[in-house]
């Protein structure tokens, strides 16, 4: 059974797509059967995952994960292979779902001639519908064909990010060693804790804070790191030991349709992206088992 990873921090540019692209290239070459899932109508997700995805960039004959999430196709069908395994597009217009209610072919033809009755069952069904569960409720049709499935968020707490958390097994946090940062990363705890608060039973954990972008000797590493560490703790988590580091080759990828890891992974953030690659599997590995074993 697949694990669902969901890369969320509402604060933009923090390196979620390079993460979920960095990540999802390296366990694909390491021979898991990965999907991933962009939830960004920024799409910046399509830039790396290969020229071939890139370059028709606006050509979504396949499918979005907006036609998805509006119930009119199945998450199996606009997939698409990838350098970084499969890939459930977003589309730009998904900056506007809101959700919509959804009725049955059955019911529509029966309520066809009752347009009263159909505006109550509309309204009803919107009223008790949640929209932040539709892509959970997706995952099942999928999850036995993967080993990981990984989703990219966009920069703000929206209804698809609230998507994203509900999905998930596990969230990680990609973070700047920034004052401002590290106050996102506390406003996410607190979404997660109200998920978990209105859904006691679900099994959601935070696998760990990621600092990215990191330039190890400035003092603004140390001294934000004592902070992050504290704030993983009290969410039950770690900072992770790798931090990506910096470097030009990172910058430079998306605009040539590549992730860091083809573009150049003997790059200070290729490299890092490697270490960490390692200390997250690990990190599964043991939350999973102390998943299953209570
Ligand atoms: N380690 C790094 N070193 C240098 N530049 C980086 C690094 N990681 C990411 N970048 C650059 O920073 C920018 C933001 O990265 P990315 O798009 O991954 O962030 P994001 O959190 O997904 O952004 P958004 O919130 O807009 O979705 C990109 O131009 C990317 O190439
Ligand atoms: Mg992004």
């Known amino acids: 059974?697949?694990?669902?990873?969901?890369?969320?921090?509402q604060k933009g540019g923090v390196a979620k797509t390079t993460t979920v692209s960095a990540?999802?290239?390296?366990?694909?070459?390491?021979?898991?059967k990965v999907l991933c899932i962009d939830l960004d109508p920024q799409r910046n997700l399509d830039m790396l995952a290969g020229k071939s995805v890139a370059i028709p960039i606006n050509d979504l004959r396949t499918g979005s994960m907006l036609q998805v999430l509006n119930r009119e196709t199945p998450l199996k069908n606009i997939l698409i292979p990838t350098e970084l395994g499969d890939l459930a597009r977003a589309s730009s217009q998904l900056s506007s779902w809101t959700g919509r209610p959804?009725?049955?072919k059955a019911e529509f033809a029966s309520l066809r001639d009752k347009p009263e009755?159909?505006?109550?069952?509309l309204d009803e069904r919107f009223r008790t519908t949640d929209f932040s569960k539709e892509l959970g409720r997706l995952i099942p049709t999928v999850r036995d064909e993967y080993d990981y499935i990984l989703i990219d968020t966009n920069p703000s707490l929206t209804l698809l990010t609230l998507n994203g958390l509900y999905a998930a097994d596990y969230v990680l946090i990609p973070a700047f060693t920034e004052k401002s940062s590290r106050e996102a990363v506390i406003e996410l705890w607190n979404t997660i804790q109200g998920i978990l608060y209105y859904e006691p039973g679900k099994y959601l954990k935070v696998c760990g804070i990621l600092l990215t972008k990191v330039s190890q000797k400035t003092n603004l590493f140390r001294t934000y790191l004592p902070p992050f560490q504290k704030i993983a703790a009290q969410m039950g988590t770690v900072v992770f030991e790798t931090s990506i580091r910096n470097s030009v080759a990172a910058s430079e990828c998306m605009g040539?349709?590549?992730n860091i890891m083809k573009y150049s992974k003997n790059s200070p953030t290729g490299q890092s992206y490697a270490a960490f690659a390692e200390e997250f599997l690990a990190r599964i590995a043991a939350l999973e088992e102390a998943r299953t074993h209570g």
């Open 102 to 104: 959804v009725l049955t």
């Open 117 to 121: 009755e159909l505006i109550h069952l």
């Open 256 to 258: 040539r349709y590549e």
């Open 23 to 32: 990540l999802a290239y390296i366990l694909r070459e390491k021979g898991y």
């Open 1 to 9: 059974m697949g694990v669902v990873v969901t890369v969320v921090n």
